[in-house]
């Protein structure tokens, strides 16, 4: 039944035990016969070879579980901001966020980003302060520093007790004058009726109290904190009759056309498998859905629930309960399946965030370009943060995604996965060279005599700088000097030589060139020929027009809280950066500046490192500007020395 289902995401900062709960949960309800540890590789949740490896969570992993007559669908996500797209995911699905923070360090930036992220969505919460078993672990700073952070709406509702300076288990914040009076006036503020008890000096009923604090998980002015130890289990118990008696179940009704949500899609070796939640209706296997984006059938023949790794195929799955389905034809993460009797109207996608860091990857061996791109291309269906292009400019595959261990981890699956092993490192800038003066009577002659017919075209050609980025081409030939049939061969040659500029073989831009004159022969000349004269014309006049390397240039918004101000203009100017504007933002400040490209290739992280995660950023090309000398030069020496290696 749909009143007895919790979705429930599990999210906090890396490393402050929300992998660690939810195993402690498997085991105290029976879903797994042992507990897991992180250290061991041995989760229920992290599975995948990379989490194993690097003893963190990466993706999100479904773990339903059963506690008093309830089935809740815990979703553990990742704290690393590399992987907000897990979190996304999960949120997408579920109605209460579990926020996990350390009762040793107290909230981190994860906890400030997991309560934004509900608070956004309106979607219940819950605090969980662990490691309450752990040396210098303090409640009381823990919770201060919340109600600091977040308000007076977070209310403790359980506390520690120790026994002999050991963890032994929890008790009712209501046994506390100081905890008891601030869950009371919290509750108080969730109807008229309980505010009056409460000024009347009045004890809450267990039922009342229940009551008041639902109201406020809906209403978001309560959030209830619970403490304890996952590794010992004290508190767990508490935390999962809280879960099940008190967060909002889906609002979706089975009376609805049957409609499924598909929130994520893993591909392994045995195909394509999507995790969808019901969100109207029963769903049966058989049962054939129109996909509302494509218009197309899909048959679900097979339908399951999900534990970690492991499959259990199932006949139904309720309104409101998350399951998989493999092998269907063209869904997708995002996309909605309709009964086809039911209008195809599509679910709200979820708002992934934009790639921001950039990496050119290329094969350890030569030869391997096409698994890199096959490879990619398979992982960016069930990875929607990053982006791949092939670009044929810097003759580079570049690879966007959201931090540095997020591009490593996608190159180690490209190694494992599919055989193939990279390198990485930072893309080539896309300059442009472009000339200063103007430059006349550049002669441009290709002779050649190897027997019967030779090879003869010769022009003269002007050079100036344009006000357009391609290229202007104009004929003042006389007399017929070049014939009117070879001229367009004049403008191929000098469009193909534009690829390359003299400098640094940039591509050239705003030049005009003007055939004024030239010479042919009746027998030798050729469109070929005077094409070749084009291009040593080109060769020979450009480098006397004082051509210059011109850098992209892009605009960026930085949004930073106000105490990171000082740092964040600092680091601007050192990327030669300007400052074009501060304005305030949802965060505390937005900063607008134009920056050079070549200078934004760390920044991603070094943004990341400068604010503790806080600090987010976009950045858009906006112009080409000519670079600095030294910038010029730094540019030519890397090309010519570049250039001198494959000669070798």
């Known amino acids: 039944m749909t009143g007895e289902i919790k979705n429930i995401s599990v999210l906090g900062h890396g490393g402050d035990g929300k992998t660690t709960l939810c195993e402690n949960i498997l085991f105290l309800t029976k879903s797994a016969d042992r507990q897991g540890k992180v250290a061991d590789g041995n989760t229920v949740s992290d599975f995948d070879p990379e989490e194993t490896r690097r003893q963190i969570s990466i993706a999100a992993s479904v773990l339903p579980v ?29 109605d209460t966020g579990l926020i996990c923070l350390s009762g040793k360090s107290g909230p981190g930036v994860g906890t400030e980003k997991a309560y934004k992220m509900l608070a956004e969505r309106k979607m219940a919460k819950f605090f969980y302060i662990s490691k309450m078993d752990e040396e210098n672990a303090d409640f009381a700073a823990a919770l201060a520093r919340l109600r600091e952070l977040f308000g007076h709406s977070v209310c403790p509702v359980n506390m520690p007790v120790f026994t002999d300076g050991k963890l032994t288990g929890v008790a009712s914040a209501a046994d506390s004058p100081e905890y008891g009076a601030m869950l009371r006036e919290a509750i108080a503020e969730t109807s008229e009726a309980l505010m009056e008890k409460f000024f009347s000096d009045e004890p809450f009923t267990p039922d009342e109290q229940n009551a008041g604090i639902r109201e406020g998980l809906k209403s978001g002015a309560l959030c209830p904190v619970f ?4 590794v010992t289990g004290v508190g767990t118990k508490e935390l999962l009759d809280s879960l099940a008696a008190l967060a909002p179940s889906p609002s979706a009704s089975p009376s609805d056309p049957l409609r499924l949500f598909v929130f994520k899609t893993v591909s392994d070796q045995f195909g394509k498998f999507s995790f969808f939640k019901v969100c109207g209706g029963t769903l049966a296997s058989d049962t054939q859905l129109t996909n509302a984006r494509t218009g197309d059938t899909e048959k679900l023949a097979h339908i399951y629930m999900v534990r970690g790794k492991k499959n259990t195929e199932v006949k139904t799955i309720a309104c409101g309960d998350i399951g998989a389905v493999s092998k269907l034809t063209d869904t997708k993460t995002c996309d909605t399946l309709c009964a086809p009797a039911a209008a195809a109207e599509a ?17 350890k061996v030569k030869g391997g370009e096409e698994k890199i791109s096959s490879g990619l291309l398979r992982m960016s269906e069930e990875d929607m943060t990053f982006t791949m292009k092939n670009d044929p400019e810097i003759r580079q595959m570049v690879v966007t995604g959201q931090g540095d261990i997020h591009i490593d981890v996608l190159c180690s699956r490209l190694k494992n996965r599919f055989g193939v092993e990279v390198d990485t490192e930072a893309p080539r800038v896309p300059y442009r060279e472009k000339i200063r003066k103007k430059v006349t009577g550049v002669e441009g002659k290709h002779k050649k005599q190897t027997g019967g017919h030779g090879q003869f075209g010769r022009v003269i050609m002007e050079f100036e700088p344009s006000d357009s980025d391609d290229l202007t081409f104009e004929e003042k030939i006389f007399g017929g000097a070049v014939p009117k049939q070879y001229i367009p061969a004049v403008e191929k040659g000098l469009r193909d030589c534009i690829q390359k500029g003299v400098l640094a073989g940039f591509p050239v831009v705003c030049l005009k060139a003007t055939l004024v004159d030239g010479s042919y022969h009746d027998v030798d000349s050729s469109e070929m020929a005077f094409k070749l004269a084009a291009r ?14 011109l850098e992209p240039v892009g605009t960026l918004r930085v949004n930073i809280p106000d105490s990171h101000m000082g740092d964040i203009i600092g680091d601007l100017n050192k990327r030669r950066g300007r400052v074009m504007g501060m304005n305030p933002g949802a965060e505390g400040q937005v900063v607008e500046a134009e920056v050079p490209m070549a200078e934004m290739a760390t920044y991603a992280i070094d943004l990341r490192s400068m604010t503790s995660g806080r600090g987010s950023f976009d950045f858009t090309f906006a112009r080409y500007e000519e670079a600095p000398a030294p910038v010029q030069q730094k540019v030519i020496n890397e090309y010519k020395a570049a250039a001198e290696e494959e000669e070798d």
Not at 355 to 363: K, R, T
Request: proline share 12%; glycine share 10%.
């Open 227 to 230: 403490c304890g130890s996952a």
């Open 347 to 363: 679910l709200p996608p979820i708002a992934f965030p934009k790639p921001c860091y950039s990496l050119a990857v290329f094969p």
């Open 66 to 94: 059963e506690h008093g007559g309830v089935k809740l669908n815990l979703l553990d996500t990742p704290g690393y901001f590399d992987f907000i797209g897990e979190q996304l995911q999960a949120l997408s699905v579920t």
């Open 536 to 549: 040593l014309a080109y060769k020979a006049g450009l480098p006397q027009a004082s051509p210059v390397l």
